[in-house]
Each structure stands twice: as structure tokens, then as C-alpha cells.
């Protein structure tokens, strides 16, 4: 039986509901007052680790004013919270590989920086192969997971993209010089769609050298 990924679903709904608490400037406690419930019973959901049902989201949605198309957004995800994924189908993908597909799925917006290495939602299977080699992935293990990489590039195709990459990352080999090659090739033919933004290697220092991150917007569409 595929192992599906407990709670990835409602992670995601249970960060959106902090996310919107945290607009209104309330704290986990005073919205768990409002509420007439415990202050822990309020973090497992927003933590995603007690399944919210919808009278619960319904509750929060009503003392947090959210009303609308977005209310009615959140509920329709509640409702379909036990209904899996792609991500909960495929074999072999990590709880946190996992909960990341679910909030890509759901954003509105994707901005990536990669400082070192080509973003995993823009590279090609030779050199995601290639860097799941370097960094010791078993090769039993590749196949399925490039087998996801490309459910995860799929599931956002239509969802606005930026990457800004950095210098380093397009002069790296990865694999061989070929693999290299037809990964810089694929980014210039889809530039279009999935805009790239070349950070040089001697810009001004920023925090952001240190490591890449994934920006999500997920909150409304």
C-alpha cells in the first residue's frame, strides 16, 4: 500500500489558520478564549497535528471575520482533508517532501533562491539525478524520487514562478559538463514561463548567501 503522509493537508490548513490569527493580532490565546477552548487543542490544529473538522474551522473563520470566497475556500480544503494528493499516492517521498507538495499545490505565487544549485522546480531529471548522487541518495531510492520532482514541476506549471539563482549555481558541474549543458539550455527555453534572475557572485553581501528558501503565497487566491 502507498504510504501516505499523515497530516500534510492539514499542516498546510492549520498554517493558513495562524497566518490569518496573526493578521488580526491575536495570540494563540486569545483566540483559543474567543473560542471557549483549550489553548492547546488551537496549537495542535494550527501545528496540523490534531485534523481539523469544519465546525472547528468554521468557529475560527466566524471570530476572525473571515467570510467570503476565501471562508469558503478553507472549508472545501477541510472538507477534503482526508482525500489524498498526488504527493500521499506516490511511494517513497518523505513526510517533509511530502507537506511541501501540499503548500505548492495550493500557492498563488512560488519565488525560489538557490544560491549553490539550480532550484529542484526548474531542473531537469539528468541533473536532479545527478545531485541526488552528490549528496549520497541511494540509487534504489533516485527513481522514485525523481519520479516526484517531476509531479511537483507538473502540479505547478500553471502557477506564477521566479527564480533567482545564483551565479555560482549556473557555473557548478553537476554530473558532467553535458548535464550541465542541457540544464542552463532548458532554463533559457522556458524563460517565458518561469523567469530567471541571475544574482552575480560579487553582490554585495545579504543573508540570503547562506542558504536558499522556497517563498509561498498561500493565504488567498
Known sequence: MPRRSPGARAVGIGAELRVIREGEGLSLRQLAKRAGWEVGRLSRIETGKQKPTVA?????????????????????????????????RHLGMTKESAALADYESRAIEITDWAPLVIPGLLQTMDYAAACMETIGIAS?????????????????ADTPYTAYIGETALRTVVGSPRVLAAQLRMLLANHDS??????????????GQFGGFLMLSVVSR
Request: cysteine-free.
Open 56 to 88: 472547528d474551522v468554521a468557529t475560527l473563520l466566524a471570530i476572525l471575520g473571515v467570510t467570503g470566497e476565501q471562508r469558503e475556500r478553507i472549508l472545501d480544503e477541510v472538507q477534503a482533508v482526508d482525500e489524498p494528493g498526488w504527493w500521499e
Open 194 to 207: 518561469a523567469p530567471v534572475r541571475v544574482v552575480p557572485a560579487d553582490a554585495p553581501g545579504h543573508p
Open 140 to 156: 534504489n531510492d533516485i527513481g522514485s524520487r525523481i519520479s516526484a520532482r517531476r509531479e511537483r514541476q507538473r502540479a505547478v
